[in-house]
């Protein structure tokens, strides 16, 4: 109460334009002379949060682009979320606008609350502004974070959006069975490391694509993962798919799309079930690559499923007490490549596209 | 036993050469050299049927072109067929030969058996040799006729593989539910007509698209389809489908593929689903067209699902009775295209890629 009407700077990340092809630095900008009261007005409903870590996911993209007319993305921006308190649908996810700081996952503490549910001091993790400070409107789709004994961080990775997205997107989706053969695409990112595990904690042989060779360390050593490969090295995708996957591939947890997607289409095997999470190799792109080879998703009986992880959260405190204790057995790996500052968001975000990131990318604003 | 070694003439459709591109009928001829031995050799333990109707389907046409090294369609030719009698795995489709008469469905009456499940005078359906008379070596892949009070020839069509594929796919595949919105691709033909009115069935709002207005005419005023089109007049298929389908499509049962497919997507409502039966669009094709608009699968959750009808045979003596019970009430209609005789399988054949039949085409080889 003593530090009501504080105004403090709250540094902003700000789109300079809508985005085509890839994302370059110069499309954002920091804009430092923003301030902010700290103290909701009287009647607020919101939160007022201090933005810890900020995370930087591939679908961000999408949200950047400008949209003519009736889109082919319009029902992204306006996908449901669920509440985490209410259960019920809370808002949607959205668009981003040139006036205001971009949006996106991250975990804050609530610094001033008009919502009974939330309370100075909180911890959540859930949809924030790239900013140091945000008031959070629809704080319905906040989650309260419990578990401390973790590092924060981890609530914009394995202990949120991605690593929920990892799980339920592999076991609800993909369906799988003991020694079914898994292939991962961009599997050293926030999501594929997981899947890998989780793919491996279910007895199968897994097989991941990334972009480097030190990825490809990272997915055999660390990961755990039967076998890697770089695309970037392979003039042929269906040869080397052929090469890892020679009686064909079961379950492919899809990140990537384009050419390889249809790489491994032509190498499922029968009543494969492909679950098509992220497709970040078209988001770049002005027409996207197609996809060709559909005809084998009728003689090998496939399910090519899309999913996005908010359809899921219900389930998402049974995951968390499951991961959680992986974690701290020590059972589960988990690598961040955390960037510091705010300043440093928009080539963090831009390195997403180049594959800079070696891990879930994460930024710190504060740490406490 | 006295017509033991009579010999008769077997007039057959072979291929002449493998198909590039659109079937002609100058890729086939008609052998009328040709004799048979109307009686087994002693130890066979095989089946010697007289063809009554032959089936022409748009999958044989795959099954026509030449296949050098692995092709994406190896696993069409090795897809395995349950058997009706035994409940287990009898054979496989086999890809068409230059040397042998093509094959395909039909319905053909049991002139000798060397298999205890078959005798003569028994009428059966499955795969067979497109000539007057086969030798059946795998006979556990057919399906006993036992109700002949309905035509014969609707074996090869509402109570044979078409019909139980558009049951399967429907109900099994598509998932619907009642009110739901339908969205059938070349829906006159043997599958769609019937799909169409399955979903009729469960209450579920019905559109098909044809290639003739005598076929929007069939829809609507025949098979009780809600609305139709003529894709030949819709410069845009997805201004089409937004026409007839303002708030998307929930299930879409896909026969052509290509074009229509990916305006389809674009179209669908979040958590639809698109059964792929068939892709007459690109069969003819060097080069298949590309489906682009991938990234709607992910944001409307679709659920695309590729099915042979082997896979669901051990139900179709439960979809017979159903389907039986529904012809004789006179509660379900279905339009046949009949051409007579064998020398008009191959204008037949060329015609279900130009759109010519109306309904399902058969072709009589003989009435009894």
Not at 95 to 115: C, F, M, N, W
Request: overall charge neutral.
């Amino acid at each position: 109460m003593g530090e009501r009407g504080l105004e403090v700077r709250n540094k902003q990340v700000i789109l300079k334009n809508y985005i085509t092809g890839y994302p370059k630095e110069s499309d954002f900008y920091i804009k430092t002379d923003a301030t902010i009261t700290l103290k909701l007005p009287q009647d607020s409903y919101g939160v007022l949060v201090k933005n810890l870590y900020l995370s930087c996911d591939p679908y961000m993209r999408h949200l950047m682009q400008e949209i003519k007319g009736p889109s082919v993305f319009s029902s992204y921006s306006a996908c449901s979320v669920y509440s985490s308190v209410s259960g019920t649908l809370a808002y949607q996810v959205p668009r981003q606008s040139l006036a205001k700081p971009i949006t996106g996952h991250g975990v804050a503490e609530v610094l001033d609350s008009g919502h009974p549910e939330f309370k100075k001091g909180d911890l959540v993790w859930g949809i924030t502004g790239f900013e140091e400070y945000s008031i959070i409107t629809t704080p319905e789709s906040l989650f309260k974070i419990e578990h401390t004994d973790v590092p924060l961080s981890y609530y914009t990775g394995i202990l949120g959006m991605p690593g929920f997205a990892a799980y339920a997107g592999f076991f609800e989706v993909c369906a799988p069975k003991k020694g079914e053969r898994v292939f991962i695409s961009a599997a050293s990112g926030a999501v594929g490391q997981l899947v890998g595990q989780f793919a491996k904690w279910m007895g199968c042989y897994v097989v991941g694509s990334v972009g480097s060779k030190e990825k490809v360390d990272m997915l055999k050593n660390k990961f755990g993962f039967d076998d890697a490969f770089n695309y970037k090295e392979e003039p042929d995708l269906d040869v080397a798919l052929k090469r890892y996957f020679p009686e064909g591939i079961d379950i492919n947890f899809e990140n990537v799309g384009g050419k390889m997607l249809d790489a491994v289409i032509l190498n499922m095997r029968n009543h494969g079930r492909i679950a098509l999470c992220g497709l970040i190799s078209q988001y770049n792109l002005d027409k996207p690559q197609g996809v060709n080879n559909f005809m084998v998703a009728i003689y090998k009986r496939l399910r090519i499923q899309g999913f996005l992880i908010f359809d899921y959260y219900p389930g998402y405190s049974k995951y968390l007490d499951v991961v959680l204790s992986y974690i701290r057995d020590g059972k589960i790996v988990y690598v961040e490549d955390i960037a510091e500052g705010i300043e440093s968001i928009p080539k963090a975000l831009v390195g997403l596209f180049e594959g800079r990131n070696v891990g879930k990318q994460v930024v710190v604003v504060a740490r406490e």
